[in-house]
């Protein structure tokens, strides 16, 4: 049976604490986004959960929910960054980005796996934090729907990749695509499957049957 997230991590701390994920390690294009949120445990909205087990519905409701009633701060590190620095340190960029943007300061910070990003208050890892504490699983709920907001938007101008459906992930649709269209600028160059295709295209060889 899958874990329940509780306050008992956050109550084991004094002080203001704030949960931190990120959304968007595995796709092949588009940025990868974190979110720091601080939980007012009387106003938390019920059904909390890591993002991942929610239905694309059910993150919705809970994300606007969570708008209303806890703090907020997001952070992007662009594919720019993401090819420049790999995904892990993009990741982490992305999460310090999060937490400097929180309308308050948190006395300590617990964040999602097991490397800690640069912030300016106390942290700690918690492996498989999304579906332990309710503050974790609250900010995989907002990294996930914002950048899945992010990618419908690059869908308007790419409409062939199917963002909108598929979010960046290297699935056949997006695959097929890749193949008919080639790389745009939202993709991961320093991924393999697109660093293979252009390195296939600028010496002019038979494009990879399986870009995976």
């Given amino acids: 049976m899958a874990e329940t997230a ?17 959304a968007g390690r595995g796709p092949w294009a588009g940025p990868v986004v974190a979110a720091a949120v601080i939980l007012d445990p009387s106003t938390a909205p019920a059904g909390l959960r890591d993002s991942k087990t929610l239905s694309e519905k059910k993150r919705k409701e809970l994300a606007a929910a969570l708008w209303t009633s806890a703090q907020i701060g997001v952070g992007v590190a662009s594919v720019e960054e993401i090819d420049r620095l790999n995904i892990l340190q993009a990741s982490l960029l992305a999460m310090t980005r999060a937490a400097a943007n929180l309308p308050a300061r948190p006395a300590v910070a617990i964040i999602d796996g097991a490397v800690k990003p640069k912030l300016r208050c106390r942290a700690y890892t918690v492996i498989g934090g999304d579906a332990k504490s309710l503050s974790i699983a609250a900010a ?23 963002w909108d459906r598929n979010k960046g992930y290297g699935v056949e649709e997006h695959r097929d695509a890749l193949l008919r269209f080639g790389v745009t600028p939202h993709h991961r160059r320093s991924f ?7 390195c296939a295209d600028a010496f002019q060889l038979p494009l990879p049957v399986n870009l995976s």
């Fill in 192 to 198: 393999a499957p697109i660093h293979n295709m252009l």
């Fill in 140 to 162: 995989s709920i907002i990294a996930k729907t914002t950048r899945d907001r992010m990618m419908k938007e690059l869908a308007r101008e790419f409409p062939q990749y199917a």
């Fill in 6 to 22: 509780t306050f008992e991590i956050e109550n084991s701390f004094k002080g203001v604490v704030a949960g931190i994920d990120e």
